[in-house]
Nanobody, 126 residues
Framework: QSHLAESGGGSVPTGGALRLSCAAS????????LAWFRQAPGLGKKREGV????????PLYRMDKGRFTISQDNDKRIMYLQIENLKPEDTATYYC???????????????????WGQGTQVTVSS
């Protein structure tokens, strides 16, 4: 059973902005980091990492740091992804995931993340 639940997706026009949220229920062992991935629609599309943040609030960006901002509220156990200047190619299902080591986290390899949410859909219209 997943400890993660995403929200905040929606349909927006090009140039718009969204803030996605990932709520984490209590873990018996706190993950070392949480990360955002996305998977575009279509056959053969793989999940690709967007950004991650560790339990010390250190961010790591795999994509376009200028448009994506990752943050978290440790008290509320919520991680956020702010996306600015949305483009049609940002259309995807966005997932949050947890990893137990920084090495796993920075790899952005989906197989290194052991807990996944159900995803939230982001659709950007041109």
């Amino acid at each position: 059973q997943s400890h993660l639940a995403e929200s905040g997706g929606g349909s927006v026009p090009t140039g718009g902005a969204l803030r996605l949220s990932c709520a984490a229920s209590e873990y018996s062992v706190t993950p070392y980091c949480l990360a955002w991935f996305r998977q575009a629609p279509g056959l053969g599309k793989k999940r690709e990492g967007v950004a991650a943040i560790d339990k010390y609030d250190t961010p790591l960006y795999r994509m376009d740091k200028g448009r994506f901002t990752i943050s978290q509220d440790n008290d509320k156990r919520i991680m956020y992804l702010q996306i600015e200047n949305l483009k049609p190619e940002d259309t995807a299902t966005y997932y949050c995931a947890a990893a137990n080591t920084w090495v796993h986290c920075r790899s952005f390899a989906p197989e290194n993340f052991g807990d996944w949410g159900q995803g939230t859909q982001v659709t950007v219209s041109s």
